[in-house]
């Protein structure tokens, strides 16, 4: 036995947004692409900061485990 295939019509999956018409630079309908982005600031300083304050936290945490687990066992 065999059946025919359904047909359905075929219809857009996704539209560009209506702002992308008045689009100049780079990167199409969508925006920019990985290559048309701005260059990073240099923020290596607040990530650097960030790291050590994390790190610390979690040297005190594990310090009151420690504490708490050699106290009361």
């Known amino acids: 036995m065999r059946f025919s295939p359904a047909k359905r019509e075929r219809t857009p999956v996704a539209k560009p947004p209506p702002e992308s018409l008045h689009r100049v630079e780079g990167g199409g309908p969508w925006g920019p692409t990985q290559f048309d982005l701005p260059e990073g600031e240099d923020n290596t300083q607040a990530v650097l900061v960030v790291a050590i304050v994390g790190v610390v936290i979690l040297l005190v945490i594990a310090g ?6 050699f106290q009361y066992n």
């Open 64 to 69: 009151l485990w420690a504490l708490w687990y």
